[in-house]
């Protein structure tokens, strides 16, 4: 038979619902700090004008490397003399490919991310409303 007192009235958070109710007041700043990283890193591969710098650097870094275990280049002679022209043309048309992949995953870590805030949201919201999802006895 249920306590006479307590009937009718909202019954106190126990330390386990209060713990995740913090947890979840904790964690949806981060997980909105991180979607809008997320949409920020979108926006800058989409417009060509941040993807070609990134392919620059990508390129010339290559090209260091090259340099770096063949100071002198012999290997690079003896492979062709314009190998790093080759690579720079195959690396031209793999980057978009990459880009577009780097989108792919941008997009699903969106969707992960805004279910898991919707989530933590709701599990905010149930717990500040004094439902624990208990059955009264």
């Known amino acids: 038979m249920p306590n006479d007192r307590n009937s009718g009235r909202e019954r106190p958070q126990n330390g386990e619902s209060r713990v995740l109710r913090n947890f979840a007041l904790m964690t949806l700043p981060w997980l909105s700090f991180q979607r809008d990283l997320l949409a920020l890193m ?52 793999a980057f978009p490919k990459l880009v577009s992949g780097s989108i792919h995953l941008i997009e699903t870590q969106e969707e992960m991310l805004a279910s898991i805030s919707e989530q933590f949201d709701k599990l905010r919201k149930d717990k500040a409303n004094g439902s624990t999802g208990e059955k009264s006895s």
């Open 42 to 93: 979108k926006r800058g591969i989409e417009d060509a004008s941040h993807v070609r710098p990134i392919e620059n650097l990508t390129s010339r870094q290559l090209q260091a490397l090259m340099m770096i275990l063949d100071p002198l280049g012999k290997w690079r002679n003896l492979l062709d003399r314009d190998l790093q022209d080759e690579l720079k043309e195959t690396y031209a048309k």
